[in-house]
């Protein structure tokens, strides 16, 4: 890699951490059960938070500082990702269900064993959107590690014509940001009652999206800005 290049992608970095930090101080967060969430890691239980890619942008601020490993693909974008979100104390792991994850899978399940905990973007990190890829279930079941769903929503937010209708919320805005209930999955669980299992931790991380959302659309008044 050219010392440019190098340079180009520390500056992208630093800069796009303060882009971010400024960005969401302006707004007004609000936290919406969180508080199993809080207790287990208070007692040191390992956690996997689940996101879909169209709320993954708040999630590098929210979570910053507290030694969470992110899944993030190793494609030109995931290492935009890895710049942005390498100094706020976050623990990269490069891979993905499209690329080779022996390794990534190796490593994921050192951390959970170790009580610790990681961020899937589990219909990433190209879709199809809203489908729960099978991962984070197997972890779960072969770690013992506690699902928790997590989505966010914004009083004013801009919807992209994309393939997962990525949500980006303007500057100044409420937001708020709620957790699912924790879900152990049973290590007994296999073939039709996991694939059952599949489903339930989809919808339910769907239905999340669909509470946040719901909090603003009576208020709001005016139909979401798309692009």
């Known amino acids: 890699m050219s010392v440019l290049k190098r340079v180009r992608r520390a500056v992208t970095g630093v800069l796009g951490r303060r882009i971010l930090w400024l960005w969401f101080k302006t707004s007004r967060i609000e936290v919406q059960g969180g508080e199993e969430y809080a207790r287990l890691r208070g007692e040191g239980r390992p956690v996997i938070l689940i996101i879909w890619h169209s709320r993954i942008f708040i999630a590098p601020y929210f979570f910053r500082k507290r ?55 589990p219909d990433g990190p190209r879709g199809p959107a809203g489908r729960l890829k099978p991962g984070c279930v197997k972890l779960s079941q072969e770690c013992g590690a506690y699902i928790v769903p ?10 992209f014509r994309s393939w997962d209708k990525f949500l980006l919320p303007y500057p100044f805005s409420k937001i708020l940001v709620v957790f699912g209930p924790p879900i152990l ?33 009576p208020a709001s008044g005016r139909p979401e800005t798309k692009a």
Do not use: C
């Not at 030694?67 to 993030?72: D, E, S, V």
């Not at 890895?82 to 951390?111: C, D, F, P, Q, T």
């Open 67 to 121: 030694g969470i490993m992110p899944l993030i693909s190793p494609s030109e974008d995931g290492e935009i990702v890895a710049r942005l979100v390498s100094g706020w104390g976050y623990k990269n792991l490069r891979g993905s269900s499209s690329h080779s994850i022996i390794g990534a899978w190796r490593a994921m399940k050192r951390e959970l064993g170790r009580g610790g905990e990681l961020i899937i973007v």
């Open 150 to 159: 997590f989505s966010y929503s914004a009083s004013r937010v801009k919807r």
């Open 185 to 217: 999955v049973n290590p007994g669980h296999h073939g039709g009652a996991f694939e059952e299992e599949r489903v339930r931790i989809e919808q339910t991380l769907t239905a999340l999206d669909e509470a946040a959302d719901g909090r603003f659309r």
